[in-house]
């Protein structure tokens, strides 16, 4: 009975925030939220056309279990452009944001890894929590990490800019760098966070310069990667992810600097930006791959490559499957 009273109130609230938004012209991007009525769980009932994130079957983020990657011999190590570029940080009143200069001549190029073909780096998105117990998307064996920050790319080869990739088969790509709490965080990361003071309010941004993307990744080529969906509406199932095998720095300056920041502006800044991600999806048979060979075998004395310290991996081989 109590279900069923839920399940009706619910209904009618999402009747109420339909009709809302279509007497207010408001649009469905400044409607969904990561939390309440127009959080992850109603994005798909609120606008058909986001339907995939509530019916998909192949949804991101996932929960990584280590002891059900599956190593694959023919994976590559990754390759991304060294040179610097210039763009916009922006916050959006639902993520920070980075996205690259229009008119930059040289492209940063994304190839290798699982990648079939060359992908042109488009923007960085930042998740983080409120507290440092959770705020990254993707999970390691159920452990969240304080953020998250996803390098998304689009498939240069097949179509002719990112929104064009969005919605099409192996459009993009999104390269997921998971972040421990540090006294001294990356140097680029640091390039990044400087101006988060200028975009307190949502809608704000600020210029950022010469940013190396490259130099945002630690120093490993182990990875994993599976294919999945983008991680906001309308969750389009055209991304392949590529989780790095190491986490890189942030320290808590930094991160008290993106918990300042508001959803809303100056006059009504509303709730704070942080807590922007959403939820673990269900993985439905999907092979999670990696490059790292689990034979310790092969290598007397070494111990496995691992996410973080006493966490160590096990696989099985991809060859079996």
């Not at 040179?83 to 930059?104: A, D």
């Not at 042109?120 to 990254?136: N, V």
């Not at 055209?238 to 006059?267: F, S």
């Not at 673990?280 to 490059?291: E, G, M, Y």
Request: proline content about 6%; glycine content about 8%; hydrophobic content about 35%.
């Amino acid at each position: 009975m109590h279900r069923l009273v839920g399940t009706a109130a619910v209904s009618a609230l999402l009747q109420i925030l339909l009709y809302f938004a279509a007497v207010t012209g408001v649009s469905w991007e400044e409607w969904w939220t990561y939390d309440g009525i127009s959080g992850p769980a109603f994005w798909g009932l609120i606008n058909p056309e986001w339907s995939l994130c509530n019916k998909g079957r192949r949804q991101s983020p996932v929960n990584l279990e280590p002891e059900k990657l599956l190593f694959d011999p023919n994976l590559r190590f990754l390759h991304i452009d060294k040179h610097r570029i210039n763009g916009l940080i922006s916050n959006t009143g639902h993520s920070v944001i980075f996205t690259v200069e229009n008119e930059t001549r040289h492209h940063i190029n994304i190839t290798g890894g699982p990648l079939s073909y060359k992908y042109q780096f488009h923007e960085i998105h930042i998740h983080y929590g409120l507290h440092d117990q959770f705020g990254s998307e993707h999970a390691i064996n159920g452990y969240s990490f304080p953020a998250e920050i996803q390098i998304f790319g689009f498939n240069s080869q097949l179509y002719s800019n990112f929104s064009e990739a969005l919605h099409k088969a192996q459009g993009i790509v999104s390269i997921s760098l998971l972040l421990q709490l540090g006294d001294l965080s990356n140097p680029e990361l640091r390039v990044l966070t400087e101006e988060l003071e200028n975009i307190k309010y949502g809608g704000a941004e600020m210029p950022v310069n010469k940013l190396s993307v490259r130099g945002l990744l630690p120093d490993t080529d182990y990875y994993m990667t599976y294919d999945g969906s983008t991680t906001a509406p309308a969750c389009f199932e055209t991304v392949t992810w590529i989780i790095v095998n190491k986490p890189i720095y942030i320290t808590k300056q930094q991160l008290h600097g993106l918990r300042r920041l508001m959803q809303g502006d100056a006059k009504h800044p509303k709730a704070p930006l942080g807590n922007n991600f959403r939820p673990p999806q269900p993985l439905h048979h999907r092979a999670v791959r990696t490059n790292i060979d689990f034979d310790l075998n092969k290598y007397p004395g070494k111990t496995c490559p691992s996410m973080q310290r006493n966490m160590h991996y096990k696989a099985k081989s991809w060859t079996q499957y």
